[in-house]
């Protein structure tokens, strides 16, 4: 704030404050202007961040949680480790015993994630692999 008054002082004194007829300037009425409408938004700005500071404080995760409640339940592996699952998942686990045992071994659910993305070229054809010519990016490089 010390920089602005500063430099309005040293544009007053430039500009000067009266015109020949002993009215305020026009730079001076424009310098006025300015800085007036310069203290307001940094008033504003200072009240916005006073209310988000004092009343949006976790107010997000607050209706976050009101939107999509936490439905997880622990879930135990064999081997002591403790993951967060869905309560549906859950039940399923406790009803069939095979899919149990794999997500048991495996430690995801079986089939997730587990079918490759296929990968396009820039015109929209399917890019084979084998040919290294054939890279997204279209220039014909890659590793």
């Not at 008033?43 to 976790?58: S, V, W």
């Not at 997730?112 to 015109?123: A, F, K, R, V």
Request: aromatic fraction near 6%.
């Amino acid at each position: 704030m010390n920089h602005l008054k500063s430099y309005t002082n040293k544009m007053r004194s430039m500009n000067g404050t009266t015109d020949t007829n002993g009215m305020p300037s026009q730079g001076d009425q424009e310098l006025t202007q300015k800085q007036n409408e310069n203290e307001k938004t940094s008033m504003q700005q200072g009240n916005a961040l006073k209310f988000l500071n004092t009343y949006t404080r976790d107010t997000f995760d607050k209706l976050f949680d009101r939107i999509i409640p936490e439905t997880g339940v622990d879930y135990t592996f064999p081997d002591g480790g403790t993951i967060k699952i869905n309560a549906d998942l859950k039940n399923r686990l406790d009803n069939d015993p095979q899919l149990k045992q794999e997500f048991d071994i495996k430690k995801k659910i079986p089939g997730m994630g587990e079918t490759e993305m296929p990968s396009y070229n820039l015109d929209g054809t399917l890019r084979d692999k084998s040919d290294p010519s054939t890279y997204p990016s279209g220039i014909g490089v890659g590793p």
